[in-house]
């Protein structure tokens, strides 16, 4: 049976979080500790085997002004009006989440470091250009769009869960997509790569994380077949 720490490594999946608030803007972080994370993600399964990924690590502050510029503008003026909804219905939970939310976008630009993980859309569909079907939301196939998650979600998580470990936060973050020719020309982005996500990272303000609510995983586990599920 392998010998792992099962307390420590429960304790990693269960407080890895999106972390805004208690980034600490102030300490620099090294890039080899980055690279470091970055290895250990790309150790996660993808299709093939073939790594279609590269990752856009930004950490000249000119280039994270013109980055975290491109997020607010796409992010700010939605989150704000969702934000007025769930102060209209009461839900402050909703809104608290929705001020963090702002927060970060306010202060992207200071976050020490900016990863944007990228999926070579151009090598997989030359791969795959004998078994494409009809397209899918992102322009693909729809085998090719589930595939290429499967295939650079579970490197990110796993970069994001090395991070944790060493003592640093970070939180995936998307809403730059809605302005990714703007992104990609600030970044140099290829155009054929999909920019998956932009991830803020830096050391955390302290690492007393607890684990977030969470529905009974018995009201989520369907056995077998999904009859009568509403």
């Known amino acids: 049976m392998p010998q792992f720490d099962l307390d420590s490594i429960d304790r990693l999946l269960s407080t890895t979080k999106a972390v805004r608030r208690r980034l600490d803007l102030t300490r620099p972080v090294p890039r080899d500790v980055v690279a470091d994370c970055i290895r250990l993600g790309c150790y996660a399964p993808n299709a093939s085997n073939a790594q279609e990924w590269f990752w856009v690590v930004v950490d000249d502050a000119d280039q994270r002004r013109k980055v975290a510029q491109i997020y607010r503008d796409v992010l700010v003026p939605r989150v704000s009006q969702m934000l007025d909804a769930k102060l209209a219905m009461g839900d402050e939970a909703g809104a608290r989440i929705s ?37 899918g939301p992102l322009g693909l196939s729809t085998h090719m769009d589930s595939g290429m998650f499967a295939s650079i979600i579970p490197a990110v998580w796993s970069f994001q ?70």
């Open 99 to 135: 001020r963090s939310i702002l927060y970060l976008a306010d202060c992207m630009h200071e976050v020490p470091v900016l990863v944007i993980p990228c999926y070579d859309v151009g090598s997989a569909l030359h791969r795959y250009k004998t078994m494409i079907p009809e397209p």
């Open 161 to 230: 869960l090395a991070l944790r470990s060493r003592g640093l936060g970070s939180a995936l973050t998307t809403a730059h997509q809605l302005a990714h020719l703007a992104m990609a020309e600030v970044l140099g982005i290829p155009s054929s790569w999909f920019q998956v996500a932009l991830i803020p990272v830096a050391y955390t303000k302290g690492d007393d994380f607890a684990p977030s609510p969470r529905r009974p995983v018995d009201e989520i586990i369907i056995w077998n077949r999904a009859e009568g599920v509403r």
